[in-house]
């Protein structure tokens, strides 16, 4: 039975699994329609393994601006450097864990030293950077380490090879930041710009571009993505993903629907929202609509690397 | 791109896509351990398209007994008569909908006159049932009721074909309900015995057989059937598949992990529970299972009619 | 501070709060209506310390008609043979629980000790009801067994008192199911008649009635009461408090809004769906109607005694 | 009844009701031992009616930091110069309110105007910070900013005022983000230097200081605090608030537990994890915590403003 059978078995039972019919439909429609697609995710989407998937995206040309939060930017730069993480168990013993120097992130397990190499690595990169100019958008800077990493499963390296933007409008809040800081108390003519970047953003689409989210998970990346394609007259397509419900007023739970009323999506946008876990609602319907767009020409998925 | 090579792929990106391996790993291992396998489901999944899903799995001598709730019971039995539902949206509005005679199951409609015709469909059979006897356990009904339906992809039928029990312990919450009190009244020494039936779920398993819960969504199914395995000692395997969460203390959210608490599974039981929409999740993982299990020669999967 | 004037400042807040002040609104205006109220609750409730604070309500008149699981029901005469819970953690260690011989319900501890009392009580009950008759519904049973109880705090022992019935579509599933099955093999004409109990519910209500319904939790006693309401023409007024959500279209999360399509509530009926752990929501959504209802000399609160 | 009994009562019940009573616990245990208590909230809260509890929270010295999402800021300042919000309905149709110029979230609606207003507003203050200095950092901003909206009311008004340092760490995600740019295109040398803020943030306190999380929420607010208690060697106590489950490996659905394989929070840390909307649950814990430290004089509380 191929993924594709399991696909269109799915589209007609009914519940959610209609709903990520609805996104299947809506992904092949925004890239048919020649979409600038924003595609965003939460920092726990890189940290599990859908990290390859994503870099793949972006390699056979998927997705043209990315907006996520640093700790997805870290893990993709420790995994490039050949970090792996563990697959645990949700009642791990967190004492027992920490005692062991392992962190957890749901059922997966990072190990402290993933983060002191991180520490390692940084560290040089930013003096390049600082080597070339004081003044820095969070963007260009990503370019730039992106370039340095070569690991063609890095989501990364392979935005900085097909100058797909890279956002993270909070780019302090990780060890990253941390790392920033200290370059910082160093060098106090180093800036690291958001405002500038905000422009960047803005300016990546225009009002004239048809647009479409990919929206996994809620959070700023969410939220900045919708913005931008909102300031540029909403999007005409949208894929939401997500375990949160619309009931408690979050951003992370707000549906394309609550999107129209803010003129976030057009009225008449195709839209669709599937409630559940990323990990695995997200690879059935991104395979599936690859599989339909590839057929009709529309993109060139490569050899099957996936997940 | 094969169902397998996706199901593979998920199963290394974490979160509950790594449950969902658990899952499938859990069902292929009570399969090939000979468990007799509890098989339970909520209503809303015979509304949704499982339903002739679920028929190839009793078909194929995939589970052993089966409980659910009554209005699945009669959905099965409405479609089995050729009622179709509709694929409709969560948002409807349920004034318009209610004027137009149609009645909605999150995504799903459902029109009058499928319970209108339902009723010219039970009444008959409930009097053949009556002439036989007047005393009858819920599963014993369904079984003879099931002889009738002669369609392939009808739950009862196949039940009762493969004679596998199909349990209920609320019978009269629904339609049949109705009925079977309109029936009674006309009828007074005609009794649904339900304490009768307690003892043929209890009977149809042993302390010494080896034991498997597949448990779709939850509700009194779910319980019935768990109760069934600890009174026989305990389950060895245990797969709940379910949106509820743990933290609201609920049967339907309760994990295969507070199910050692009260000996429901083993202590050192294989079990797994997965989080979301079992539109989703159960598909994928049965259809993997079943791959594996039919490349082993556990079970002989036919023409890959599904969902 | 008062309990009134901090619900006063919830319904000003947004999201759930709101839905909360709405929940209170509704539970006021059903009452002041003069409605028969159908009130719904899972077994949890029961296992939670909620159980008084319900056999108070029973006890001044606010609620009319019971519906609930079977296992509520169990800890009910459990907690009024003098058996105490244990408040726990949802993170214990579940095999050293089982071997201690507690079982777990989330973060409460039920001990053995208290289902193997259970036996002894129940045992002479049942053979006191089958010397008066043999032929016994479920509401019938519980009015018998809830006179015997004596404890004001009991939910039975106020619903015989106050002629409120009890039901319980499902009675077996759960320790009495064994008791009942144990009983039945010495006793082979002992019946428990759960069609004709089916037409208690219906009439216990009727078309020209106002009908209200308070359901905490789904499952079956949310989809009974609703169902009896539904045969009779639809109620006037509905609260449904439960975690549940709506994106699975499960009875558990079904809206007050999708119960309009199939006429279950009124088109212009007053209702209000609460998302949240119905261990908070609901006391204080009632303590404040009461508190309301009360002071319009609608119900007369005693002592305070509550939750 | 008062405020304090309903929340006695509500300890004693069980599942979420009994986490909120360890929450309210760890709330006055963080307070008497003088911890530096960091309080993280999303912008969703302060669209609700949750603003001026907040700020009367920072008047009464309950909280040292804040950390939070730009949204909120935005809409402190708009409510601080008399914007009001609607209280609506979460049904209600999204391209009739667009046709309005009204922003739904949830069951709050904003109007278009309020938003224009506040282009207003932000203007001049700009002007104003970028005559005292080229380079500021988010915390300072807002402290200026503060001191100018005299309404005892907003958040921004009382942390200024008590020298609470209020953390944005994407300060640009928002309609913010999108004057500072605009300001920035007219004076290029014009700086928000996040990364000097990060240092703020971890200078706020230090490994000496006890140290108290009350997160209210997910996203950045959240992790943000986190990450400078664990920075600071982890903190001695924390309470989460959340309708986000752990299940999925969020941040947001993240648990005290999990945070102690980090060290986020220590080993032997007080710590509660409540599930539920926080317009409801976080008022109870709360107004019941002020009331017990109010009696033993750990906080004065002023004249029942409150929600």
Known sequence: MSASELADGLSKVGFQSVELERAVQTIVKMKKAGAKIFFTFTSNMVTSGLRGFFAQLIEIGMVDVIVTTVGGIEEDIMKAKGEKFIIGKFGADDVALHEEGINRVGNLFVRNESYERFEDIVGPMLKKLYKKKKRWTVSEMFSEIGLELDDENSILFQAARKKVPV??????DGALGFHLFMFQQDNRDFVVDVVKDFSNILFCTSHDDVKGLICLGGSISKHHAILACLLNGGAEYAVYMTTAQHTSGSMSGATTQEAKS?????????AATVVGDVSITFPI???HALEILDADGFVAVKGGKKC
Chains 1, 2, 3, 4 share one sequence.
């Open 167 to 172: 956002f993270c409008p909070a780019v302090t």
């Open 262 to 270: 803010w003129g976030k999506i057009k009225d008449d946008s195709d």
């Open 285 to 287: 319907a991104m395979v």
